[in-house]
Nanobody, 122 residues
């Protein structure tokens, strides 16, 4: 069993920044690829970013490229999502996930956090 806990969400104005964190309970954190997904009210869950077990490979959704950066610190069992130049359309519940591969489909991930809310005002 792997437990993931997201933090760092909040209310920000458009153009602002937030850094989300996802802490994992597993002692084998470095074995997992990690991903961030988001879901806004009335919309489907959307891929945001993913990172390989050693951080060597990253994937980003086109909508967040340049603005967002995913990173990880395996010594802290934590993955991060730095979000800059936030837009109202970034408003969503953000979830971290762990899985065996760097993929953009949520179906490929085995473990999920409870989510953290990000709200970007105009």
């Amino acid at each position: 069993q792997v437990q993931l806990v997201e933090s760092g969400g909040g209310l920000v104005q458009a153009g602002g920044s937030l850094r989300l964190s996802c802490a994992a309970s597993t002692r084998t954190f470095s074995n997992f690829a990690m991903g961030w997904f988001r879901q806004a009210p009335g919309k489907e869950r959307e891929f945001v970013a993913a990172i390989s077990w050693n951080g060597g490979i990253t994937h980003y959704a086109d909508s967040v490229k340049v603005r967002f950066t995913i990173s990880r610190d395996n010594t802290k069992n934590t993955v991060y999502l730095q979000m800059n130049s936030l837009k109202p359309e970034d408003t969503a519940a953000y979830y971290c996930a762990a899985g065996p591969w760097v993929r953009e489909s949520g179906e490929e991930y085995d473990y999920w956090g409870q989510g953290t809310q990000v709200t970007v005002s105009s």
